[in-house]
């Protein structure tokens, strides 16, 4: 069964610096990797998908890179700011395509 | 505009009182699923649909039931609730399933008490 972890747990940091999130899995058959952001008591927002075929994704502030080798994923933050402050979570599409499994998550707190 | 909703967003029950929860999406996926959120164990998948009539279990769905009647539609059901199954819900659907390029679009989530 595919585990799928994430380091830091947590993670507080001030504003304007950059930061690294870390996801890895234990199995390297998969169809692509997602990055979501959850705030508190709502949803999950969608920030990058990387497919397995791919190495890296890039949206604004974002870098999102895949190491499907070693199992493993990161999320860079550039400039963090107050509003990145979240809970940002890595999930992991296996190969069949049908099931998704998910970190348990970072907590991230960017303080003015 | 494009969206995943469901019902209720909060619905306090008592053990045995069954209940469905409805989950819709607007943008003819084939692919939805059903997800609970508990702290410390993260989101866990219960049940998936790969299209109208296909469903098939996740890695906890007993005390659960899914149908996918339409298309857009794939509600959750519990038949006789009990109180672990207190926890936040995740409806979620993407375009394919088994494909490249399957980004998965998240319900705003509901919120379930069973006393």
């Known amino acids: 069964k595919q585990e799928v972890t994430q380091i830091p747990a947590a993670l507080s940091v001030p504003e304007g610096e950059n930061l690294v999130l870390n996801c890895s899995f234990t199995d390297s058959a998969i169809y692509n990797l997602q990055w979501f952001r959850q705030d508190p008591g709502k949803g999950l927002t969608s920030l990058l998908l990387i497919q397995s075929s791919q190495r890296e994704q890039t949206s604004g502030r974002l870098n999102a890179s895949l190491d499907k080798s070693s199992g493993r994923s990161t999320l860079y933050i550039a400039a963090s700011q107050p509003g990145d402050s979240a809970t940002y979570l890595c999930?992991?599409?296996?190969?069949?395509?049908?099931?998704?499994?998910f970190g348990k998550g970072t907590s991230l707190l960017v303080t003015p | 505009e494009a969206q995943v909703t469901q019902n209720p967003r909060y619905l306090i029950t008592v053990t045995g009182k069954k209940l469905t929860v409805t989950c819709s999406q607007n943008m003819n996926h084939e692919y939805m699923s059903w997800y609970r959120q508990d702290p410390g164990l993260g989101l866990r998948q219960i049940y998936y649909?790969?299209?109208?009539?296909?469903?098939d279990k996740g890695d906890v769905p007993e005390g659960y039931k899914v149908s996918r009647k339409e298309k857009r539609n794939f509600p959750l059901i519990l038949e006789s609730p009990s109180p672990n199954q207190t926890s936040l819900y995740f409806c979620a659907s993407s375009l394919l399933a088994g494909s490249l390029g399957n980004e998965q679009f998240f319900g705003p989530g509901t919120r379930l008490t069973v006393l």
């Open positions: 999930a992991v599409m296996g190969d069949s395509g049908y099931a998704l499994n």
């Open positions: 649909s790969m299209n109208v009539e296909v469903t």
